[in-house]
T-cell receptor
Framework: AQTVTQSQPEMSVQEAETVTLSCTYD???????LFWYKQPPSRQMILVIRQEAYKQQNATENRFSVNFQKAAKSFSLKISDSQLGDAAMYFCAYRIPQGGSEKLVFGKGTKLTVNP | EPEVTQTPSHQVTQMGQEVILRCVPI?????FYWYRQILGQKVEFLVSFYNNEISEKSEIFDDQFSVERPDGSNFTLKIRSTKLEDSAMYFCASTDNYEQYFGPGTRLTVT
């Protein structure tokens, strides 16, 4: 069974600083996708960034970037120049492309606090 | 930009009652999902739906749950006889095979 582990229940960062959120996953598949979702207090699920396992290059989206280590099954999220609006729950998620279901499997989340 | 919508945003119901949660997926998407998030916990997969039938369901999705796409636009989740432990946020999602787009969720409170 696929599992996603986020070992940091809570993290905090000073505004304008950089923070890294950790995620590891367990799979025997070679082809899969990894995601980071942000969930603010409104509880809406917002896609932050996505990584295809076959791509060696780490994905980046503005201030958000990932460190994808396929052999180590590690997928961390780096937030640079943290802003107050980044405060939220962050969920790491995994998906196998299997043509029909492709459900997301989520980790338990990391609560990020941004201090002014 | 197209988005997934869900109604109602908050539903309060008594234990044992039936509830129907409604979702309108993005119009050209073909795969639909329901997820559940109990307060303070992770998001859990309930069911996926494709070509008018369930493609996968989790252990949570027992006989009390059903899904339907009654009219080609709505996608509904029915809980036949609600229990206290069904209190959660329910998210609908649809996919274009690239990413899953989530609706804003329905908060279900069972009293």
């Amino acid at each position: 069974a696929q599992t996603v582990t986020q070992s940091q229940p809570e993290m905090s960062v000073q505004e304008a600083e950089t923070v890294t959120l950790s995620c590891t996953y367990d799979t025997s598949e070679s082809d899969y996708y990894l995601f980071w979702y942000k969930q603010p207090p409104s509880r809406q699920m917002i896609l932050v960034i996505r990584q295809e396992a076959y791509k060696q290059q780490n994905a980046t989206e503005n201030r958000f970037s990932v460190n994808f280590q396929k052999a180590a099954k590690s997928f961390s999220l780096k937030i640079s120049d943290s802003q107050l609006g980044d405060a939220a729950m962050y969920f790491c998620a995994y998906r196998i492309p299997q043509g029909g279901s492709e459900k997301l499997v989520f980790g338990k989340g990391t609560k990020l606090t941004v201090n002014p | 930009e197209p988005e997934v919508t869900q109604t109602p945003s908050h539903q309060v119901t008594q234990m044992g009652q039936e509830v129907i949660l409604r979702c309108v997926p993005i119009s050209n998407h073909l795969y639909f999902y329901w997820y559940r998030q109990i307060l303070g916990q992770k998001v859990e997969f309930l069911v996926s739906f494709y070509n008018n039938e369930i493609s996968e369901k989790s252990e949570i999705f027992d006989d009390q749950f059903s899904v339907e796409r009654p009219d080609g636009s709505n996608f509904t989740l029915k809980i036949r006889s609600t229990k206290l432990e069904d209190s959660a946020m329910y998210f609908c999602a649809s996919t274009d095979n690239y990413e899953q787009y989530f609706g804003p969720g329905t908060r279900l409170t069972v009293t």
